[in-house]
């Protein structure tokens, strides 16, 4: 059970979410001491919200946790259908298992400059492709807390993933019925933007998403750009950031779950010693790592850019490059001239 269902003030509620207390069980063994000292509240505040939360607790249905149950079989056949999301390029397609996954919880790391947001907006067109043309169909939440998004070059990437596609009917009856129903407007459309200011807003429009997905239909991918930006720049309780972002994934997960739908979460890069030598590697530290069912990290081979899968439930850890042009994402051999991004 969620927090945002049960009977507390706006006030109440707004302090709990920014404290990262999320669902029912993140109260578990929970003093009214030291829950007080997380909200800033008097103990006696303190009580009032875990006493909501006992009654709560007990008003569940004894057999409501083995609900849903299912076979290693059925989840076999689950995995064997499972839908993707092509990324425009065959080579880090082809490491991915045909793209990215639905249901699942995908991480892009990676260097400013690498392509990590070009990648973002590349997905959010192309998980509007047709169905009949190996798509999905589907919409796109993309939530911007960088300011990052681009939305002349969401055009651009838009206008060559019809072109593609036209490309590939070309020779077909179906060309005449291929303009009629593929726009640039009608994907930008489907693109629901959402600005982010703050890590209390991220931790909203996340919990605001179920509702939201509910009623719109058809979101097959929801992009977060980046995860980390205010979880760097407000937190100096990584106890606090750590329980916060613990919960913020398990919520992005339910939600890939529940209405089968993508999840990406691009991740910006930070230095860490090891042996007395600094390297780079992935923002919010390691057990942050065990949060997404796959993590791609993008870097530089010389001029080439390169991804490489770094974590999978079921695909070999491999490299391939890939090229950020001016059609978008392509693999390394196309004829599209190239573009060295900020």
């Known amino acids: 059970m969620e927090i945002w269902s049960l009977p507390f003030s706006p006030s109440q509620r707004a302090k709990l979410l920014s404290a990262g207390y999320t669902y029912l069980h993140s109260f578990s063994h929970l003093s009214p001491s030291a829950l007080a000292a997380d909200l800033d509240v008097s103990p006696q505040e303190a009580s009032d919200v875990l006493r909501v939360v006992t009654q709560a607790g007990m008003m569940r249905k004894p057999d409501s946790i083995v609900a849903g149950a299912q076979t290693a079989w059925d989840i076999l056949c689950e995995d064997r259908t499972m839908n993707h999301i092509t990324t425009s390029c065959e080579d880090l397609d082809g490491i991915l298992g045909g793209g990215i996954s639905c249901k699942e ?3 892009v790391g990676g260097v400013p400059g690498i392509g990590k947001t070009q ?7 192309n998980v509007q492709i ?13 939530v911007d807390t960088e300011g990052s998004f681009m939305v002349e070059r969401a055009f651009q990437i838009a206008e060559s993933c019809i072109q593609d596609i036209m490309d590939k009917v070309l020779q077909t009856d179906d060309v005449g019925v291929c303009q009629e129903n593929l726009h640039v407007n009608a ?3 489907n693109i629901f933007y959402f600005r982010i200011c703050s890590y209390t807003e991220q931790i909203a429009v996340v919990n605001y998403l179920e509702k939201f997905i509910s009623a719109q239909k058809d979101v097959k991918i929801i992009i977060i750009d980046s995860v980390t930006f205010h979880f760097r720049q407000d937190f100096d309780d990584l106890a606090l950031r750590t329980r916060v972002l613990s919960a913020l994934a398990q919520k992005m997960m339910k939600l890939a779950k529940k209405f089968n739908l993508a999840v990406v979460l691009l991740n910006q890069v930070t230095t860490k010693c090891t042996d007395g030598s600094f390297q780079l590697t992935l923002a919010l530290g390691e057990s942050w790592s065990h949060a997404c069912t796959n993590r791609i990290i993008l870097y530089w081979k010389g001029n080439e850019r390169c991804a490489y899968l770094d974590k999978s439930p079921s695909l070999p850890l491999s490299a391939a490059p890939f090229s950020v042009t001016t059609k978008g994402i392509r693999s390394v051999a196309s004829s599209c001239k190239r573009m060295r991004t900020t």
């Open 105 to 107: 919880i995908t991480e």
């Open 130 to 142: 047709p169905v009949e043309y190996g798509g999905l169909g589907g919409k796109a939440i993309y």
């Open 119 to 125: 990648l973002g907006i590349q997905l959010a067109v």
């Open 187 to 189: 994907i930008l459309a």
